[in-house]
């Protein structure tokens, strides 16, 4: 299993700025349409669908996940 850590904003930005992680955004479906809120390139899956998409995730790349 891969690794799990918690690192700041600073930390994931710098290590999505370099290329190594990539951000996944977990909010519910039918939020995302209420929200002004994303960040760009970022991957949206759902919290049902993540064992379902999860092949969707890059195997090389960290992945910073958050809700927004």
Do not use: F, N, Q
């Not at 992680?21 to 390139?41: F, K, N, R, S, Y």
């Amino acid at each position: 299993m891969a690794e799990r850590l918690r690192i700041d904003a600073r930390e994931a930005k710098r290590r999505i700025d370099a290329g190594d992680a990539i951000v996944l955004d977990v909010v519910a479906p039918g939020v995302w349409e209420e929200l002004d809120v994303a960040v760009p390139g970022a991957l949206r899956i759902a919290p049902p669908e993540i064992e379902r998409r999860y092949r969707e995730l890059p195997r090389e790349k960290a992945v910073v996940a958050y809700c927004t």
